[in-house]
C-alpha cells in the first residue's frame, strides 16, 4: 500500500527565501477522496491528457483512435494504483503495452513523457479544486506527489526492462542468421562466417556447428571466413577449439578465406596449427571436402561418389 506522508514532517526549508513551513500530517482520509475525484472527472481529464499528448507530439506512431483506447487504460490504471498502492497490474499492463508499441519505434522517453503529462494534468486538477484552502492542497499534495512519482517510476521501469528483453531477443535472432551451418550435402556441412567475431559470437558459432554436426551426422565441416575483417588472440584460440571440438565429434574441419593478415595473426599469437586443415577459398575447400568424403569432381563441375 501507498502510506500517507509521515506522521509530521520537518520543517521544509525554501532554498531562495530562507523560510521554512511545517508540513502538516495528511488526513488518511484524503486519498479515497482524490480518488473519487479523478474518477468522477474521469472524462474531461482523460481528454486533456489525450490533447496534450498530440500536442507534445508524443506516440506519433499510434492512430487517434489507439492512442485515445490506451490514454484510457492507462489513466484507470494510474488510478487504480492511487487507491490500492499495488503496482503488480500496471506492471503487466505497461509490459503488455511496450511490447506492442516498442516493435512501432515508440522511445522511452515518449513513454515517459506521457505519464509526466498525467501527473500533471490530474496535480492541475486536484490545485484546482483545493486552490481556496492552500493549507489542505499542501496536504493533498503530500499525498498525490509519492503516490505519482513512484508509478511514473515503474512505468519507466517496465518500459525500459521490457524494451532490453526485445533488444536481447533480436540480437540474438541476428546472430543466429549471421552464422548459418549449412548442409551442402550428405555428411559435408559449411559454415560461412560474415562481419566482425568477438568471444561470445565465437563461443555460439562453436555451439551451433558442432549442434550441426551431431544432427547431420557429418564428417566434414568447411568453415569461411572470407567475410571477417580481423581476428584477435581471444577468437583465434577459440577456432582452434572449434577444429578440435569438431574432431571429437568426428568431422574434419577446412579452413577456407584466411586473409594474409588473418594468418599472420594466427602464426604469431603461437597456436598449434599442426591439426587444422586450410585451403585458399571456398571452392577449392569445398573441392578439398568431397574428395575426403570420397567423391570426384567432374570435369563439368559436377561431382559423384568415387567409382561412379
Keep these: 500500500m501507498i502510506e500517507p506522508a509521515g506522521e509530521r514532517v520537518a520543517a521544509a526549508v525554501d532554498d531562495t527565501t530562507g523560510a521554512g513551513r511545517t508540513a502538516r500530517a495528511p488526513d488518511e482520509s484524503l486519498l479515497p477522496q482524490i480518488v473519487d475525484h479523478l474518477r468522477r472527472n474521469r472524462t474531461a481529464l482523460r481528454e486533456e491528457w489525450a490533447c496534450r499528448i498530440v500536442d507534445a507530439q508524443l506516440l506519433t506512431a499510434m492512430s487517434p483512435e489507439e492512442l485515445f483506447s490506451e490514454a484510457t487504460s492507462v489513466y484507470d490504471n494510474y488510478v487504480e494504483v492511487l487507491e490500492t498502492g499495488s503496482v503488480e497490474a500496471l506492471q503487466d499492463y505497461a509490459r503488455d503495452l511496450s511490447e506492442r508499441i516498442i ?43 509519492p503516490a505519482a512519482n513512484r508509478i511514473a517510476n515503474t512505468v519507466g521501469v517496465s518500459f525500459v526492462e521490457e524494451r532490453e528483453r526485445i533488444i536481447r531477443q533480436q540480437q540474438e535472432a541476428i546472430r543466429e542468421l549471421s552464422t548459418p551451418v549449412l548442409q551442402v550435402r550428405e555428411q559435408l556441412l559449411i559454415l560461412p562466417i560474415i562481419g566482425v567475431l568477438d568471444g ?15 544432427a547431420n551426422r557429418a564428417k566434414v565441416v568447411v568453415i569461411d571466413v572470407t567475410g571477417v575483417p580481423a581476428i584477435d588472440s581471444t577468437v583465434a584460440n577459440y577456432l582452434v577449439q572449434t577444429v578440435a571440438a569438431s574432431r571429437l565429434m568426428g568431422a574434419n574441419v577446412i579452413i577456407t578465406g584466411l586473409s594474409a593478415e588473418l594468418a599472420l595473426t594466427l602464426v604469431t599469437i603461437g597456436l598449434d596449427l599442426s591439426k587444422m586443415n586450410a585451403v585458399g577459398d571456398l571452392q577449392g575447400g569445398i573441392e578439398e571436402a568431397e574428395r575426403m568424403l570420397g567423391y570426384v569432381v567432374s570435369r563439368d563441375g559436377g561431382s559423384g561418389p568415387e567409382g561412379h
Excluded: H, W
Design 200 to 214: 561470445q559470437r565465437a563461443r555460439q558459432l562453436t555451439e551451433q556447428l558442432l549442434l550441426g554436426i551431431r
Design 103 to 145: 516493435p512501432r519505434g515508440v522511445q522511452t522517453d515518449e513513454v515517459l513523457g506521457i505519464v509526466l503529462l498525467l501527473r500533471d494534468v490530474l496535480a492541475r486538477s486536484l490545485f484546482e479544486k483545493y486552490q481556496q484552502d492552500f493549507d489542505r492542497l499542501n496536504v493533498v499534495l503530500d499525498v498525490y506527489e
